[in-house]
């Protein structure tokens, strides 16, 4: 900035602002083989991404009941409405409304729990914001079709994505395609249904399987339009600032490049095409994708508005005898010496935040939604006046410097739709399938080893939440 122009003033949240929480079917709800539902991919994950999938579902998998959302979905909405929440971002769970995935007609159970939830958002005034794919593939789509390495997919998923748009079309006005698109590369069987093990596939394979599904996301972007004409359609991008280590300028460099394989997926979902530095990268490394004519034309499809999940940043080196991963991180990267990270090793950066609002609104002038923030904690139920509750003061403060740098980045000249915090109710974790790693305003009483009643609790943070909400977001400190 010149000296002679200053920084407006940081001023409150705009009016609208859609505050909420976030969660995904297989991480709350359970009942994984109730109401027709069939086996999703997430059935034979027990450890989450640390041990390979299994057989087939194991009773230690945390998640065949979750904490059991799908029988206590009224209480959590309840929940979610005393804090004041705008906005719940929920997934559907696909192999619930497509038990395999490849059926032609779909389960009328599964479609009406989700009319019963949306019933329930409906009564407190709570807009949904709906994932329509959270790594949740069926998992016969995953064994028999080899995941989205497959074209068939693209079918599949329109198929499913047409059913939810004519029933819930009327109710719901935000979608997102596929959560986190870009984790495919790293994490190819959560992410992408793909079974065979990751060392064992090219980057055609997992780029081939990432262009299957850009193509589906732009294909259900302009279905949407056709029957829903005032609905929104966003993309979902793991956000991952990348900082060189040093001012070396091959630091400089490989931070680019590290960061260009996260913009790659914003670019084409917002541009509708495949940018240069991607192509190069496929020619430099001896990449061929099929890719249609049709497929071009469809990629046109851009999406309206662009979400993200933010929860760490991380550094880059060209210096080969530096190339430490950061652990806990599924996209690696080298940690940054300045910044301290939670139990799990996720380095905290409230200001990288502020950098990625900025850097997209202006590398793709979209409305931005960040839909997964928060911190992973362990946290110890006390009484305190008779009640339980959780002391979670790390987790206000965590939350509270990541709405300070929104606020900068509106001021910036941002331009964002809203916030939903990861996890808004205790969940189990995607990467490692624990309870432990917390991330709620809501205590859900279940361990580890599965025991536990269920029971839900408030955290401080529950109320510190329903204030911050309340005043939107005037009293962050
Ligand atoms: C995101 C996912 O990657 O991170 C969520 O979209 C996940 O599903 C969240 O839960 C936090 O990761 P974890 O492993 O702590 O649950």
């Known amino acids: 900035m010149s000296n002679t122009v200053t920084r407006p003033a940081t001023g409150p949240f705009p009016e609208g602002f859609l505050w909420g929480g976030a969660t995904a079917a297989n991480q709350v709800e359970g009942a994984y083989a109730e109401g027709g539902k069939g086996l999703s991919i997430q059935d034979v994950m027990p450890h989450g991404i640390t041990t390979p999938p299994t057989e087939g579902p194991t009773p230690d998998n945390l998640k065949q009941i979750a904490v059991d959302s799908y029988h206590r979905y009224v209480e959590d909405i309840a929940l979610f409405a005393e804090m004041g929440f705008k906005v719940y971002r929920f997934s559907i769970a696909w192999s619930r409304i497509f038990p395999r995935g490849d059926e032609t007609e779909p389960n009328e159970e599964g479609l009406a729990y989700y009319d019963r939830v949306l019933d329930e958002l409906e009564k407190h005034g709570i807009e949904p914001l709906v994932t ?146 991607l192509l190069r990268f496929f020619r430099d490394n001896g990449i061929e994708l099929e890719i249609t004519d049709q497929d071009r034309e469809d990629l046109r499809n851009t999406v309206d508005f662009v979400s993200f999940s933010y929860y760490m940043s991380i550094c880059e080196t060209a210096d080969p005898d530096h190339q430490v991963q950061g652990p806990g991180n599924i996209m690696g990267g080298v940690p940054n010496p300045t910044l301290e990270a939670s139990e799990w090793g996720w380095q905290i950066d409230p200001q990288g935040l502020r950098v990625v609002l900025n850097d997209y609104w202006e590398r793709w002038q979209k409305p931005l939604f960040i839909v997964e923030n928060g911190l992973g904690a362990k946290d110890r139920l006390v009484e305190v ?11 206000i403060r965590y939350l509270n410097d990541h709405l300070v740098q929104v606020r900068e980045a509106i001021a910036d000249g941002a331009q964002v739709l809203g916030y939903t915090t990861w996890g808004c109710i205790d969940i189990v974790s995607a990467s490692t399938a624990q309870l432990s790693k917390r991330y709620g305003f809501i205590y859900v009483d279940r361990n580890d080893d599965g025991s536990g009643t269920l029971e839900r609790y408030r955290k401080k943070s529950f109320g510190w939440y329903r204030d911050v909400i309340a005043a939107n977001g005037a009293n962050l400190a």
């Open 132 to 277: 329509i794919s959270h790594y949740e593939t069926p998992l016969h789509l995953a064994r028999q079709y080899g995941g989205w390495t497959n074209r068939e997919l693209i079918g599949f998923y329109e198929r499913y994505a047409r059913v939810l748009f004519e029933r819930f079309g009327s109710r719901v006005k935000h979608w997102l395609t596929f959560n986190e698109i870009n984790s495919v590369i790293h994490e190819p069987f959560m992410s992408g249904g793909i079974p065979t093990p990751r060392e064992d596939l090219t980057d055609s394979d997992l780029y081939q399987a990432i262009h299957h599904e850009l193509v589906a996301s732009a294909r259900v972007t302009r279905l949407a339009r056709e029957i829903m004409p005032e609905a929104k359609v966003g993309c979902m991008i793991l956000a991952l600032p990348v900082y060189p280590l040093t001012p070396a300028p091959a630091d400089v460099v490989k931070a680019m490049d590290t960061a260009h394989a996260s913009y790659a997926f914003g670019d084409i979902h917002c541009r509708g095409e495949y940018p240069g530095y």
């Open 385 to 395: 006046d008779g009640v339980k509750t959780v002391e979670d003061d790390y987790r």
